[in-house]
């Protein structure tokens, strides 16, 4: 028997592209991840900060911490589960749910890492793109359906279109596939206001997944959030690490539970500078897609790689989505607070008078 020099993944992990996310540094503006571009409330530094080298040599607890996050979503403990960021539980969804044979259906563009976890399990893939408005492609999705359909992911707003999937939208496509979960990923809620963990438990195959890494400032931390009817949890437990969620991020997470006035100071800060982004996009008469989130997509056209380089000449990050499908062209920038973008706008004003003045642009 011929022996093969070094150990082979399954084909599936050999077939999987490798992620990169791009890297930044200290001292630039990162508008390039959505996350809170401040910090996280300081009485979670305070609570890091009075950790005990006792408390590290214990292995984590995650229990009464789901329980409080239950009780302010009005769940039962049980019908939350606490993970390492929502990538960890996009992870365990299609661990314990995607088999061979099955479908994970995902309007597209969408959130990257969907696509990647149910590439390591032995699904299809199925994607539904959204016609050139970018909006949530629902009649296409309701009708790409399947018996096969055992998972259907929705980041509501998504990400990088901002698009919005409506309530009842949603209804009709837990109802339509009754044999497959329904994720929806409120990763914005918190920028958007609108949810549907309201209807955990009431409809039988929804989950909703809530991040810690956008609005909260807590993305180093790795918290998310699983919530769902109790008889589709059990599986999800089966095959998480009872220690994925460390103990550091327990206590940071506890006291930003806690301090529902830093989460209500910051977004209303960034709905400020939203209105007045937008309003200055309008001015500078660049297209861009209308959004609820802390981020916007903008038509920067041809010149989208020269002007992703233009910003970061100014030590301003973001992000360049042309790879993405039905992209070409667009730029993703997240909202911080209305003093940072007064910098992106400057920055973003320089560069259209340039290209304009060359007669580029339009
Ligand atoms: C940013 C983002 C996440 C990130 O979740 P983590 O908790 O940091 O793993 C999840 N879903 C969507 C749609 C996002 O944009």
């Known amino acids: 028997m011929k022996v093969a020099s070094t150990p082979q993944p399954r084909a599936r992990v050999l077939s999987m592209p490798e992620y990169h996310p791009p890297l930044g540094n200290r001292d630039t503006l990162r508008l390039d991840f959505n996350e809170n571009t401040v910090a996280c409330s300081p009485a979670v530094e305070r609570a890091i900060r009075n950790m005990t080298a006792a408390e590290l040599t214990r292995y984590p607890e995650r229990e009464p911490v789901e329980a409080l ?74 009708a790409a359906i399947t018996p096969r359909t055992k998972l259907i992911a929705i980041a509501n707003p998504n990400s990088p279109t901002g698009s919005i999937a409506t309530r009842e939208q949603l209804i009709t496509l837990a109802e339509a596939a009754p044999h497959a979960i ?41 918290l998310g959030l699983l919530a769902g009817p109790v008889h589709l949890l059990r599986w999800t437990r089966r095959v998480l690490s009872p220690y994925s969620v460390n103990s550091v991020a327990l206590t940071a997470l506890t006291a ?65 989505r042309s790879a993405d499908p039905g992209c070409d062209g667009l730029v993703r ?10 910098s992106a706008i400057t920055t973003i004003q320089t560069f259209v008078r340039t290209y304009k003045l060359a007669g580029v642009v339009r």
């Open 69 to 142: 996050a239950a009780q302010q979503l009005d769940l039962a403990p049980e019908q939350v589960i606490l993970t390492n960021g929502v990538d960890e539980a996009i992870h365990v969804l299609c661990q314990a749910f995607l088999d061979t044979g099955d479908e994970l259906l995902l309007p597209v563009p969408t959130y990257t890492m969907y696509a990647i976890y149910a590439s390591a399990t032995d699904a299809t893939l199925c994607t539904v793109q959204a016609d050139s408005t970018l909006a949530f492609p629902f009649e296409a999705l309701k």
């Open 182 to 222: 329904l994720l929806v990923d409120e990763a914005y809620f918190h920028f958007y206001g609108e949810t549907v963990i309201d209807l955990i438990g009431k409809l039988p195959n929804l989950i909703v997944a809530r991040t810690f890494s956008k609005a909260y400032g807590l993305a180093a931390l790795r």
């Open 256 to 320: 930003a539970l806690q301090d529902s006035a830093y989460i209500d100071w910051y977004v209303r800060q960034i709905k400020q500078a939203r209105t007045e982004f937008l309003a200055a996009l309008d001015t500078m008469g660049l297209q861009y897609w209308p959004t609820e989130a802390n981020f916007v997509l903008v038509n920067i056209g041809t010149l989208h790689r020269e002007f992703v380089s233009a910003m970061r000449d100014k030590a301003i990050l973001v992000r360049d």
């Open 333 to 342: 920038i997240t909202i911080g607070t209305p003093e940072q973008m007064h």
